[in-house]
């Protein structure tokens, strides 16, 4: 059982940078794949991008390739979200989720695919 607490959050201009933080508890992180995901008012809560159990592979939605980067360090039980070049649209509830994927290297995009949740930290860009 893993338990996730997001942290980092806040508000920035267009153009900032903001790095958010995943801190999980209990023994098995290491052998989770990680995810964040996002919540814009009014809208559904969309992937944003994964990393591996390991570290070595991450994929990304269109929207944020290139401006975001997810990171993990499995020795202290954290994955982190870098965000460069925020744009107004870019603000939501920002979400970390995990899923056991020991050994995987196909990391998933889908909601329900993901077991564990956060309870999310809001980003606002301003424009």
């Known amino acids: 059982q893993v338990q996730l607490a997001e942290s980092g959050g806040g508000l920035v201009q267009a153009g900032g940078s903001l790095r958010l933080s995943c801190a999980a508890s209990?023994?098995?992180?290491?052998?989770?794949?990680m995810g964040w995901f996002r919540q814009a008012p009014g809208k559904e809560r969309e992937f944003v991008g994964a990393i591996t159990w390991s570290g070595r592979s991450t994929v990304y939605a269109d929207s944020v390739k290139g401006r975001f980067t997810i990171s993990r360090d499995n020795a202290k039980g954290t994955v982190y979200l870098q965000m460069t070049s925020l744009k107004p649209e870019d603000t939501a509830v920002y979400y970390c989720a995990g899923y056991e994927a020991a050994g995987v290297q196909v990391l998933r995009t889908t909601r329900n695919s993901y077991e564990h949740w956060g309870q999310g930290t809001q980003v606002t860009v301003s424009s």
């Open positions: 209990g023994r098995t992180f290491s052998m989770y794949a």
